[in-house]
């Protein structure tokens, strides 16, 4: 059962939503004590990373979260969240990931969000990915982005730069876009998440 | 590369969709939900609910529909109509809307724009804009068209970017409902103005009107409305020509 880390920051109508067509039973986390009870998480978030972080320090579940082994997701300004830093806020996060989140440049070619379907290539053999070709379509909205890194890296996208489309590193998993509003492979990724 | 978005509108009256539909075997044409689940198999990459319910009821029903949509549909959604205050799109957030449209309440409170988007950030503001030729210039209009405001169209899209609107959701009343094609020559210019996302809107009739609107102007995404319900245009037809000019777009 995957547990949802609520913090303050979004709404998450959509996700449930969507665990619900797929049959992913899910349930709330509001405190360390909630943990225990699931084995796997997902942590969402949109809006601003720096008033993210603020919200999340104020549960006082960010060492829980540091400490996890069981597989967990961060969505969108969730997976900001696992990196360094972000230059939205100017802010020092999680640091699970030591890479940092930035903003992308302004140009009238480039526009700022980044918002629409974009390309998701993939070319690491993961179990996040199971059963979904590499560039295949994924929604995104977002004005900042992971930048790309070797390591970390699980998928990558091309805007005005190349950029992390996802992250991985042990049981931390990390998606830009939302699979919650990314069509079929959105749910197959969920569904593949789920079964890790 | 960033697909260009194909996005149908559905005109929405107390929960239910107005105007004709007859392109596939629906159940119930009239039911929102089945349709938007409809235009999502289709392959529409996006869609936009615009409520015309004029009673005081209007908030409950339109946060019902959005959560139907958004329990059934995989695809992004906006509503837009008679948003006035925080508290509404406060309210469509929470039922799982990706974003919000604002015409007229932000023509007459521009301060909207900018509390809407320090409250959610900007990615869910689409300001609508509605728009006709005034001698050599294009004067923003309200109520469908039908009264002028004071306000240059190409000004107050700068205002509102800089205000903080998302997107631009951009209909020119001189073109909507003649199917004669998208307003090129002004969407050119607003797009190459703005850095934002651009949707056009108005005018559409062939799927090479949609062609020509990403091939000369660049936007984002284009928008109709009656050549999808009445089956004129097939998204997937639309699509598959739209690949063919090298114009980037999601495959299903």
Redesign the interface.
């Known amino acids: 059962m995957i547990g949802i880390i609520r913090y303050g920051a979004g709404n998450i109508f959509s996700l449930t939503a969507a665990l619900e067509r797929l049959g992913i039973k899910y349930g709330m986390v509001y405190s360390e004590t909630d943990f225990e009870q699931f084995d796997h998480y997902i942590i969402p978030g949109v809006g601003h990373a720096g008033a993210a972080m603020n919200k999340l320090q104020q549960t006082g579940m960010v060492d829980k979260i540091k400490s996890l082994k069981k597989p967990t997701l961060g969505i969108c300004v969730g997976m900001q969240l696992l990196t360094s830093y972000s230059e939205e806020g100017n802010t020092d996060l999680l640091n699970i990931f030591p890479i940092k989140t930035l903003r992308f440049a302004d140009s009238s070619e480039y526009k700022v969000p980044h918002t629409g379907w974009n390309e998701v290539n993939h070319g690491k053999d993961n179990a996040l990915f199971k059963n979904i070709p590499t560039a295949s379509h994924f929604y995104f909205v977002h004005s900042y982005f992971i930048e790309f890194n070797e390591a970390y890296t699980l998928a990558s996208t091309a805007y005005s730069t190349k950029f992390s489309a996802s992250i991985w590193k042990d049981n931390f998993f990390g998606v830009q876009f939302h699979p919650e509003k990314s069509g079929r492979y959105g749910e197959q990724l969920l569904t593949n998440f789920s079964n890790l | ?3 260009k ?1 194909i996005i149908p509108c559905l005109d929405v009256k107390d929960g239910r969709t107005v105007k004709g539909v007859n392109f596939v075997d629906l159940r119930d044409a009239g039911d929102p939900v089945e349709l938007a689940w409809n235009y ?1 198999a289709q392959g529409a ?2 869609l936009v609910f615009l409520d015309i319910t004029a009673t005081h009821e209007r908030r409950k029903t339109m946060v019902e529909l959005v ?1 139907a949509v ?3 549909i ?3 959604f906006t509503i837009g109509g008679g948003i006035n205050e925080i508290a509404d799109a406060d309210a469509l ?4 809307a ?1 974003k919000i449209s604002i015409n007229s309440a932000a023509v007459r409170n521009p301060a909207l724009i900018d509390e809407l988007a320090k409250a ?4 869910f503001v689409v300001i609508a804009v509605d728009t006709r030729r005034v001698g050599n210039g294009h004067v923003v209009h309200l109520n469908g068209g039908r009264i002028a405001t004071g306000k240059q169209t190409f000004d107050w899209i700068l205002e509102a970017e800089s205000r903080g609107a ?2 631009i959701l951009l209909t020119s009343m001189d073109h909507d409902g003649t199917k004669g094609g998208f307003d090129i020559s002004f969407l050119k210019d607003v ?7 651009v949707i056009a809107s108005g005018g559409a009739g062939s799927v090479q009107h949609f062609v020509d609107v990403f091939e000369k102007t660049n936007v ?2 284009a928008l109709a409305a009656s050549v999808f319900h009445y089956g004129e245009i097939l998204i997937p037809d639309l699509k598959e020509v739209l690949r063919q000019n090298n114009i980037e777009v ?3």
């Open positions: 590369m960033l697909s978005r999502s990459d996006e959560k958004a329990r059934q995989n695809i992004p957030l929470n039922a799982g990706d959610f950030g900007v990615q998302g997107e797009n190459e103005a703005v850095h934002i996302p984002d995404a999601r495959q299903l």
